[in-house]
């Protein structure tokens, strides 16, 4: 089972692109993780998100540990047999669901207490306890707890919040540590073997996944104080690699990318760096070009499902009536399975009868649109010629009005 | 585009194998087909549907009429071009659906009326408007207009309803020849060729699919005279094929064999024959043992998406707590892509969480089970060995108790 690492092959500018390599396979960089929230893509079986050229799937430890749970996953082998998903998977620690999702949370220094929204059973979600969460769903990629604040705060509100997850961030990797150290493993230099590949159990946690990373997480608001402060603890509190958290929720994308511009400079250069909950086409392009190598965002996958998609010259709304006729596919510049055998007409029809597979089609396309960029901006930056790539895709997308 | 044709390749008993060739391909008999109610499987992309081997879909002339209409379908060119299905469709007349469906309904000699249950909008379904109907989406075979009894109902009531039915099956023959005879289309057996494949108007009538075939129905309920009655009549029109139709509605499964192997002897061994709406995979062996062809149902689609799963041990209900932890396969003796990566444990997960994949997962495995039982029943057939089928059929689905 091969260690976690990561090596950058090509530098255009700061876009960089790499392969990031997981017990379960390689991440070709910069990359965007379709989000399977429950264990599952809504609406694309496993085998089409292969097809479609997804390299790792990002899943939810809120949802999971509440339904069906990550004992009842565990004693599956994992996430990954449990679900049939064999290549990579990177799980959220729960906290982000924790501060959108869940009734009557209260925060303090141990964690989040909150309530399911499922049951209203009660609940304590700690920096440790997301670890031991993830340890037993097995994923390759694993995140610490950190504090979701409402979007955006001033810095009265974001420096205590900032400091608090570097604290806990020092407790999940001590946590971390101390499970995953039991098979000799305890910095990310000399984790390349273990003695065996099966999983084993440290206090009464089974870690299904012994190759296992864990990422640190960036926060502080839109301050360049604030961000550069919690880049420096972070990274010295030391993690596989690195996330920015806290965007992507609300601010202008011009604060975004400002945030990422002056955030990556701080992280290592020789680890991926991961901006969640990111974002549109634009932010995609925008953030490899300030570094970022890491996505994941659920706009392909629930924008699909509420009929808007993503094509070359920017969102359509199939539920327009100006497509009840329009015998052309969404995206004429697209080769994916939607755009080659559906027409406008028809994915109106099936979005207007509420059928399921309106949900399928659409998100397959979405997808296809989101990995494809992917795939041109990592062809790009190969061929060092990313800028011209940004240029003409802006530029694309802004030809005509978007009608949604 | 070659006319509509059956070939009885293989007789084993009154068990018949054969290959029905329409405008969009051949249909292997007997066959299966899986209902696209509203020009889609609900769950299953055409892609997968091709893959499973579904040479023929089935369509529903009633919705397809309220939405998007068939005027709109007519435009884009006919059913198969507006929902890219390349292959033999089968609509109905509407008629089942108006009398299970629709509001407000009065039938009389003319038609019936009723209210659209989307809109409340008030139509007129005659026998003509369902041979026009059916013309615009350009199905390969059009079913005539029947009167379609609550189950099961006295002679009282069957005998006037199946005299109604043979009345309205003349007028709607009448309109059938009428519309194609202007291309000098007169009967089944000179239809051999048109002066070009386009499509027609004829009354303001698009017909989309020149070479479209049209289905008498059988009625009379279970009574074995008016069945017979009804089947000389109906072929005394002359159509291209018969079905028989008011079964599988609620009667004793015997009671259907009964009528089944009544009435096969009273139509044409040389035009194949389409039992309507059945039925259970047991149904199916049955109904083949007594000389059916075709069959549509909505069990494998509609059950699969209850949670219903069809296994060669009997079904298994998904939803069932006992299989939270059973990491076996849905059908451990299936190959269908479910069966090969899908464990019983994450597929109730994926019911539980309300997953759409859950409605994917196990509808393509139900119609794989379908597809590959009449498969089977072919290859036996073929084998001369169509009893020993059927034995070992019933053998293995009695080897447990199902659950569900």
């Known amino acids: 089972m091969p260690a976690f690492s990561f090596r950058v092959t090509h530098v255009d500018g700061r876009a960089r692109r790499g392969v990031m390599t997981t017990a379960h396979g390689d991440v ?155 098979r000799g493993r305890e910095s990310f230099s000399d984790r390349g073997s273990f003695p065996d590949r099966g999983s084993f159990s440290g206090d009464s946690v089974i870690v299904t996944n012994p190759a296992q990373a864990q990422f640190g997480i960036v926060q502080g608001g839109v301050s360049p104080e604030l961000r550069e402060e919690s880049a420096r603890g972070t990274v010295g509190v030391g993690f596989e690699a690195y996330a920015i958290g806290g965007l992507s929720v ?32 634009q932010d995609l392009v925008e953030s490899v070009a300030r570094g970022i190598d890491l996505f994941d965002c659920v706009l392909p996958t629930r924008n699909g499902r509420n009929g808007q998609l993503f094509t070359s010259e920017g969102p359509i709304n199939i539920k327009n009536a100006r497509y009840a006729e329009d015998d052309r596919p969404p995206d004429p510049a697209c080769g994916c399975y939607t755009c080659r055998t559906c027409s406008r007409a028809y994915l109106r029809h099936l979005f207007q009868a509420g059928e399921i597979n309106a949900c399928t089609l659409n998100t397959l396309h979405n997808l296809h649109f989101y990995l494809d960029t992917l795939r041109q901006i990592r062809d790009a930056i190969a061929f060092e010629r990313f800028e011209s790539f940004r240029a003409a895709f802006h530029q694309s997308l802004s030809r005509r009005l978007h009608d949604s």
């Open 250 to 281: 609300g601010e202008p994308a011009d604060v975004m990318y400002n945030v990422v511009a002056g955030t990556t400079p701080c992280l290592p250069p020789d680890r991926p760096r991961y901006l969640m909950g990111a974002g549109t086409p």
């Open 28 to 182: 070709q960089t910069p990359a965007f993780m379709p989000v399977g929230t429950q264990g599952a893509v809504k609406g694309v079986i496993h085998r089409d998100l292969e097809q479609l050229g997804a390299d790792i799937l990002l899943s939810n430890t809120y949802h999971l540990y509440l339904r069906p749970g990550d004992g009842l996953i565990a004693r599956r082998g994992g996430l990954h047999a449990f679900i049939g998903w064999p290549r990579p998977i990177l799980t959220d620690s729960g906290g982000y669901q924790v501060f959108s999702l869940a009734a009557r949370r209260t925060i303090d220094e141990e964690g989040v207490r909150f309530r399911s929204h499922l049951d209203g059973s009660a609940h304590l979600l700690t920096p440790e306890k997301a670890v031991d969460i993830q340890a037993q769903l097995g994923s390759d990629i694993a995140m610490v707890l950190d504090e979701c604040l409402a979007s955006p705060s001033g810095e009265e509100l974001v420096r205590p919040s900032m400091q608090r997850t570097l604290r806990w961030a020092r407790r999940a990797r001590d946590r971390f540590l101390t499970l995953y150290e039991k």
